[in-house]
């Protein structure tokens, strides 16, 4: 049996742990001792994509932003369901997981970060999403375990209030915001609603035919009519509609 080697690490901006292992031809990243990520789990990272850029079909030129590399399985998945022509940005806090992506995952995904489409960014999300005024037809979020497991604090501001409505000033008329989460979330679900979003939830498999082990994938978008079909709709307490309602007058 061919052991568990680990072959890169580097420390995160709180100070953490983050851990590259391979075995066989497997990866994992591991943030302070805790599984972040496996390539034998991967399958919901290719169902951001999916759902997260659904309305986008037959699109010739989109420009779509990827926050979170991880081992670029959302990417590869974007770039293989667009044309020549689209603009992909990467943002990714950590400059050790690009490196990563370069010197040891290429074979997982088919080596993304040479495609000429892709603009990597790293640095604050945040910061790059308040720049970036009606810039991206989808926003794809899979950032830490999801807005409800904080492994690196700066990661709140991106997932509370000032985040989303950054994402939604970020999205051109009819974008969408796709957003990945290891467990569901009522309160993320109710505050993308208080941000004048429309929102449908997707349980998703962690991998290809596995029932038992779920993701979960929340789509949002002002408009509606461009949500892909299917999930759960999640739905305001009558009182809360009627001040995302006034809250969506001001804003807009």
């Known amino acids: 049996m061919k052991p568990t080697v680990r072959i890169a690490t580097t420390q995160t901006p709180d100070g953490g742990e983050m851990e590259l292992y391979q075995h066989d031809r497997d990866f994992s990243?591991?943030?302070?001792?805790?599984?972040?990520?496996?390539?034998?789990?991967?399958?919901?990272?290719?169902e951001l994509a999916r759902l997260g850029c659904a309305h986008l079909a037959g699109s010739k030129a989109p420009s779509i932003l990827i926050g979170g590399l991880g081992l670029g399985y959302t990417l590869r998945q974007?770039?293989?369901?667009?044309?020549?022509?689209?603009?992909?940005?990467?943002?990714?806090?950590?400059?050790?997981?690009?490196?990563?992506?370069?010197?040891?995952?290429?074979?997982?995904?088919?080596?993304?970060?040479?495609?000429?489409?892709v603009d990597i960014k790293t640095g604050d999300i945040v910061e790059l999403i308040s720049r970036s005024k009606s810039r991206f037809d989808a926003i794809l979020l899979d950032?830490?375990?999801?807005?409800?497991?904080?492994?690196?604090?700066?990661?709140?501001?991106?997932?509370?209030?000032?985040g989303l409505q950054?994402?939604?000033?970020?999205?051109?008329?009819?974008?969408?915001l796709g957003v990945w989460s290891a467990e569901p979330s009522k309160k993320f679900e109710q505050l993308l609603m208080s941000c004048s979003f429309h929102v449908r939830r997707f349980r998703v498999p962690a991998y290809k035919g596995s029932k038992s082990q779920s993701r979960f994938v929340w789509v949002a978008s002002e408009d509606k009519i461009i949500l892909p079909p299917g999930?759960?709709?999640?739905?305001?307490?009558?009182?809360?509609?009627?001040?995302?309602k006034k809250r969506g007058q001001v804003l807009s």
């Open 29 to 46: 990243i591991m943030l302070n001792g805790q599984d972040l990520m496996h390539s034998r789990q991967h399958e919901s990272e290719l």
């Open 78 to 117: 974007v770039l293989d369901m667009f044309s020549p022509h689209a603009q992909v940005v990467v943002s990714e806090l950590a400059s050790a997981v690009v490196e990563w992506n370069r010197e040891f995952l290429g074979e997982l995904n088919g080596q993304s970060l040479e495609d000429e489409r």
């Open 143 to 162: 950032i830490d375990n999801g807005p409800s497991e904080m492994n690196n604090s700066g990661n709140r501001r991106l997932y509370g209030y000032e």
């Open 166 to 176: 950054a994402c939604r000033h970020a999205l051109r008329e009819q974008g969408c």
């Open 231 to 244: 999930g759960g709709e999640p739905r305001l307490p009558l009182r809360n509609e009627r001040k995302r």
